[in-house]
């Protein structure tokens, strides 16, 4: 069974600061994801990763995955009070396996940024 | 184009009824995933529906839970003789699953299922 453990579970800060989330698990995954969800609406894709030490770069987010595709994290720079929202990472299965197709979803992250 | 839509958006029912909950994926999407989601949690894996493949029923809470997917695109999933704990939001997401391992999964607004 593959786990992803996301930490941390919540986050407050101000508006301004910078902020990191953590996505680990002992399993490989073939890609990697993260969802923002905000109240009353379903998840919303953010980004995919599928090379080990992959960076990509959304605006003031930041996301790394893990060299050997086994964790993963995204940085907020200069949060502001529209980042506000559940992050959810999950990870994707290897083809053959018995989670071919599907996501493996982290706990998520609740953050909340104040003005 | 249009995203994943699910009806209805909000259902109250009473303890021992059964509940149907609906879902239209994106036009050409394979794979049709339901999610349960409580107030603020993470999502819980309840079914998946890839293709003419049997499906993966194995985050089936009970066998009270059911789903099914006509034609390959919308899907509904029945609760029957609900209970207080069934309360959550259920989502539904569809993919198109590809060799390349991305499985990016679009997500509904999701149903609120009130059980009192």
């Known amino acids: 069974t593959q786990l992803l453990e996301q930490s941390p579970q919540f986050l407050s800060i101000q508006e301004g600061e910078n902020l990191t989330v953590y996505c680990n698990s002992s399993s490989v995954f073939s890609s990697l994801q993260w969802y923002r969800q905000e109240p009353g609406e379903g998840p919303v894709l953010l980004v995919t990763v599928v090379t080990g030490g992959e960076v990509k770069k959304l605006k003031r987010l930041t996301f790394q995955f893990g060299d050997a595709r086994k964790d993963s994290s995204l940085h907020i720079t200069a949060a502001q009070p529209g980042d506000t929202g559940l992050y959810l990472c999950?990870?994707?299965?290897?083809?053959?396996?018995?989670?071919?197709?599907?996501?493996?979803f982290g706990q998520g992250t609740i953050l909340t940024v104040h003005p | 184009g249009a995203g994943v839509s699910q009806s209805p958006s909000n259902k109250v029912t009473e303890k021992g009824k059964d509940v149907e909950l609906r879902c239209d994926p994106i036009s050409g999407h394979t794979a049709l995933y339901w999610y349960r989601q409580s107030l603020g949690q993470g999502l819980e894996f309840l079914i998946y529906f890839q293709g003419n493949s049997a499906p993966d029923k194995s985050g089936l809470p009970s066998d009270r839970f059911s789903a099914e997917r006509t034609g390959g695109s919308v899907s509904t999933l029945t609760i029957q003789r609900t209970q207080q704990e069934d309360s959550a939001v259920y989502l539904c997401a569809s993919s198109l699953v590809t060799s390349g391992g991305k499985y990016e999964q679009y997500f509904g607004p999701g149903t609120r299922l009130t059980v009192t």
């Open positions: 999950a990870g994707g299965g290897s083809a053959g396996g018995t989670s071919y197709g599907k996501l493996t």
